[in-house]
């Protein structure tokens, strides 16, 4: 396994900061990722601007990164907008789509020393396209693939396998988990960098035996306790 790809690197899919203040402080997160869907459900303007406040807000409450998406069809304003998304900070990774516009797109932000994501991939071989461009990571959809009708855990392991073999310096961040239990699987084939839904980390950080346990010891404290 490269070596870029071994240390665990959790993110909070949200754009909410409220989601931030709860999880960023556990120091469980290295980040915050967006896409335009979120940005669009919680109202917020596609400019570059406000996503520059976004982000600061991001940094200021303890996030090491925050991932935020070009927008547009043709590679020349897919650029512009990744140029300028480049410029808010060197934590800021720009987001895009795994297209043949993006993929022009991804080489000339990377030649301007911008870190670059690029998103939706679904088949095992467009890891070879982020291998090729030294993308700082690449992002499989699980949940999208499986709807697709794909095996998304095959999809993705493959993945990984490939940018291994390659001894690519890509990390997979895998998106669109709606089960704890692909986490862990996708964990014990070697992934090591996942972005989250609130709901999901909710259920991780959770679990009901683990309450029972600490209430019990904090029964015997209490029992213990003089008066």
């Not at 869907?37 to 996030?63: N, P, Q, S, Y």
């Not at 934590?91 to 939706?120: M, Y």
Request: charged share 20%; hydrophobic share 45%.
């Amino acid at each position: 396994m490269n070596k870029n790809s071994s240390r665990l690197h959790l993110y909070i899919d949200s754009v909410d900061s409220q989601d931030w203040a709860a999880y960023l402080p556990t120091g469980l997160f290295y980040g915050v990722t967006t896409n335009p869907k979120l940005l669009a459900a919680e109202g917020i303007e596609f400019e570059v601007k406000t996503l520059g406040h976004l982000a600061r807000k991001a940094f200021d409450m303890g996030a090491e990164e925050i991932h935020l998406q070009v927008w547009g069809t043709a590679f020349e304003e897919m650029l512009a907008v990744g140029l300028e998304l480049g410029e808010i900070s060197e934590r800021v990774r720009v987001k895009v789509p795994v297209t043949p516009e993006g993929l022009r797109c991804t080489s000339q932000l990377i030649k301007n020393g911008i870190g670059v994501t690029l998103t939706a991939l679904h088949a095992a071989e467009q890891a070879l396209l982020a291998a090729a461009l030294s993308a700082d990571y690449a992002a499989p959809y699980l949940g999208r693939m499986n709807d697709g009708g794909l095996n998304g855990m095959e999809e993705i392991v493959r993945m990984q396998r490939i940018l291994d073999h390659q001894c690519s310096s890509t990390r997979l961040l895998v998106a669109s988990i709606r089960h704890i239990i692909d986490l862990v699987t996708l964990s014990e084939n070697g992934l090591s960098t996942f972005t989250l839904l609130p709901s999901l980390i909710d259920e991780l950080i959770q679990n009901d035996l683990t309450h029972l346990a600490a209430a019990s010891f904090q029964d015997a404290v209490e029992r213990s306790s003089p008066g």
